[in-house]
């Protein structure tokens, strides 16, 4: 994956989470051909959050099916060992919580080494302070709009002032001549939010039910994508 993927602009990474799993390569191939420009793969291990979900034996079976980044967050802990299984299944980005690793840095460091993007993920009441000493280590931030752990959540609004934290800290960074770093918020995305989320700085936008379920996927994508726009006319 080349570093365009994470250029200025805006993507949609519909969650797999809230996909039909009885389908799921079907599934992932009709939501790329619906204009997704990430697929967002969640990883939940019954201990860092209370849910079971996917591997990398699933990561690497839908790989060949998409020719867009794999997104993959880790909702498990400890993460180290489980980086390099995901980035030998195809991953592209990896993201995880800091509060499931012993040394941030270094868990950073091992998903660069394994030839992917890294990322940093803060729950609703995780603060940003994380960051603080990482920052050239991060091409993902982030940030949760629901607490982990259930697809179908609603956005929880104080997200929105964490967001415009988030983003002043990344256009600082890179005006002092940082690389690039995506912001992505994940949680309750709907047509009827997304305008304001982008109007607080977001440029990634993971969407699992108001996406996945729906009659029309393109339809949907389409939809959000002009909700963006709009949000786009908003001083952020």
């Not at 489980?82 to 270094?106: K, L, V, W």
């Not at 309750?188 to 939010?193: A, L, S």
Request: aromatic content about 6%; some cysteine.
């Amino acid at each position: 994956m080349s570093d365009s993927s994470l250029a200025p602009t805006t993507r949609i990474a519909p969650s797999i989470l809230s996909a039909d799993f009885a389908r799921l390569g079907e599934e992932v191939k009709n939501v790329v051909a619906a204009g997704a420009d990430w697929i967002h793969f969640d990883v939940m291990d019954n201990h860092y959050v209370p849910n079971l979900t996917i591997g990398p034996m699933v990561c690497a079976a839908i790989r060949p099916h998409v020719n867009v980044p794999i997104d993959v967050h880790l909702m498990v802990e400890p993460v180290d060992a489980i980086i390099p299984q995901f980035a030998q299944a195809g991953a592209n980005i990896i993201t995880f919580h800091p509060e499931a690793s012993r040394h941030i840095d270094r868990s950073l460091g091992l998903i660069r080494d394994s030839g992917c993007k890294s990322g940093l993920v803060f729950n609703p009441a995780t603060p940003l302070s994380f960051l603080d000493h990482v920052m050239d280590k991060v091409d993902v931030i982030l940030l949760m709009s629901v607490n982990p752990g259930f697809g179908g959540q609603s956005f929880i609004p104080s997200t929105l002032a964490k967001l415009r934290d988030a983003r002043r800290r990344i256009d600082a960074w890179v005006q002092a001549g940082g690389q690039p770093i995506a912001l992505q918020v994940d949680g309750g995305v709907k047509v009827d939010n997304i305008a304001e989320i982008r109007a607080a700085g977001a440029d990634t936008f993971v969407a699992g039910s108001a996406i996945f379920g729906k009659p029309d996927y393109k339809q949907v994508i389409d939809a959000l994508r002009e909700q963006i726009k709009k949000g786009e006319t908003v001083a952020i």
